[in-house]
């Protein structure tokens, strides 16, 4: 064999499969997710902070004393895999008329915050409080000093992760803009404000700002044009902290909305953002919500994470192409190298012993549809979810959703052992009632998908069909998968003229057998989120 660069890195690769450390890839934002009735209140809960280590969650609310007057509150969990308790008022020593936008240290033993308490001479409105450990209570907290002068005040501070940067806004009756300010070591005195200047700010409000660990993204909402809602979330980025902040970028649907989204809080490893939201999401007051920062590891985006994304970033190896520089944090570190193969390594599709797995995802908004089974009502293959299987508002109730999956490499005659199609949850409505559904395959052996006028009720469809039961979907986000559908897979696979890369077709629709009522599962479409479109599952069994 003759050993090329590609070679030694597809060997490479599959070595690091089993040491894959956590990071992520060039990013997409995932379904926002409300922090829930534990943490936010029926007041406003926002500008959460949240520790490196991700276990204590600072945030301000009005749930005690009402507008205006905030006071700082915690929330603790013992792993990033637990829930989050019950939130606690930091007491009379930080809170006292009025306090607002913490900001922890990355060691966690420094909050920084803005109040309204009455400053010393030549004092600002910007404050620290200390603590010797983490089990040890907050001191009293020593004010920051007067950065502006004349009306404006000191506003929304964010430490950087290494203590020498200190990113704030300013509150008057003019603009807000963006300010840094830094010191040589932390027991250095401040040095002198900077405005990070008008690439990163704008004639309209910027505050709050979020600086990521590597101090390569800013974070911060602004009401600038272009934006989706009167307040938005952007980001700046720079190479490295040393460069100049290149221009802002809005953060998209998937986090900002018509009304106003603000208090972004970037966590350490950069894979949860933190935010505070509301109106526009159902909620009447503005809540704490996080999203996920999802990877993206298709690199040749053919729909297929595998060995030929390997080859992609081995033409960059070395380089600083955005496209493959996706480790470790989200945004890269500026070169292709180990560290993305790592991030890589984490999100190749993991085989059975003895089995071979196939993944395929929904690939275009033509391969995922819904039919109204009421006659007068829409079908469609654009919506941006699809409602498993009722949806009483766009089709009248009862419907059929049909997903086909295109490139299944299975030759005629192989096994299947197991098969499963994964859903996104999009949205939570009525997703906890009972639900009763049967899976069906559409009976042809290569999947044309669906064009105008959708309709899937007159498919045949194979004798295979499988009854679903889903738990409830309680949670945006949430991954869910199906029953076992080897034999709907299997007979798809065993028809004649089937071949290797042809689609196959589900279909899924209401239980006849069961009540006439069953919950709806909502579910991320194609249209909605190419990268939490349905997924199907698939292990061959070893001959």
Known sequence: MFWNKKNILSITILALV??????????????????????????????????????????????????????????????????????????????????????????????????????????????????????????????????????????????????????????????????MISRSSVSDPWGQLVNLGPTVNSSADEGCPSISSDSRMLFFYSERSGGLGDRDIWVASRPSPNDDWGAPVNLGPNVNTPSYEIGPCISADGRTLYFQSGQNRGYTNQDIWQVSVDPVVDLNGDGIVDAADIHVMADYWGTDEPLCDIGPMPWGDGIVDRQDLLVFAEHLPVETPGHTVIERRISASTDDAEEALNSGYRSWNYS????????????????????????????????????????????????????????????????????????????????????????????????????????????????????????????????????????????????????????????????
């Open 384 to 543: 941006s979810d699809l409602e498993i299987v009722h949806d009483r508002i766009d089709n009248g109730g009862e419907q059929l959703v049909g997903l086909t999956f295109r490139d299944i490499t299975i030759m005629p005659g192989e096994v299947i052992s197991k098969a499963y199609i994964e859903f996104t949850c999009d949205e939570i409505i009525n997703g906890t009632a009972d639900a009763h559904f049967l899976i069906w395959g559409h009976l042809t052996a290569n999947s044309e998908g669906f064009v105008a006028p959708f309709v899937i009720s007159n498919r045949p469809k194979t004798e295979a069909k499988v009854p679903w039961e889903p738990d409830p979907w309680d949670a945006g986000g949430q991954k869910i998968q199906t029953v076992n559908i080897a034999p709907i897979i299997q007979e798809l696979i065993d028809q004649p003229g089937w071949a290797a890369g042809n689609a196959v077709e589900i279909i899924i629709g209401v239980d006849p057998d069961k009540p006439a009522f069953t919950g709806v599962r909502c579910a991320e479409s194609y249209e909605g989120s190419p990268s939490s479109a349905p997924l199907l599952h698939i292990e061959i069994a070893a001959p």
């Open 18 to 179: 089993l040491i894959a450390s956590v990071a992520n890839a060039d990013y997409t934002f995932g379904i926002p997710l409300n922090l829930g009735p534990t943490v936010n209140s029926s007041e406003h809960d926002d500008t959460p902070s949240i520790t490196a280590d991700g276990l204590e969650l600072y945030f301000m609310s009005y749930r005690l004393n009402g507008y205006p007057d905030g006071d700082l509150f915690v929330s603790t969990r013992e792993t990033t895999q637990d829930t989050w308790g019950v939130p606690v008022r930091l007491g009379p020593t930080i809170n006292a008329t009025g306090e607002f936008h913490p900001d922890i240290s990355s060691d966690g033993l420094e909050l920084y915050f803005m109040s309204f308490r009455s400053a010393p001479p030549n004092g600002g409105a910007l404050w620290v409080t200390r603590r010797t450990t983490r089990d040890h209570d907050w001191g009293e907290p020593e004010n920051l000093g007067r950065f502006f002068s004349g009306g404006a005040r000191e506003n929304s501070p964010a430490i950087s992760s290494d203590g020498l940067e200190l990113y704030l806004s300013d509150a008057g009756d003019d603009q807000r803009d963006l300010w």
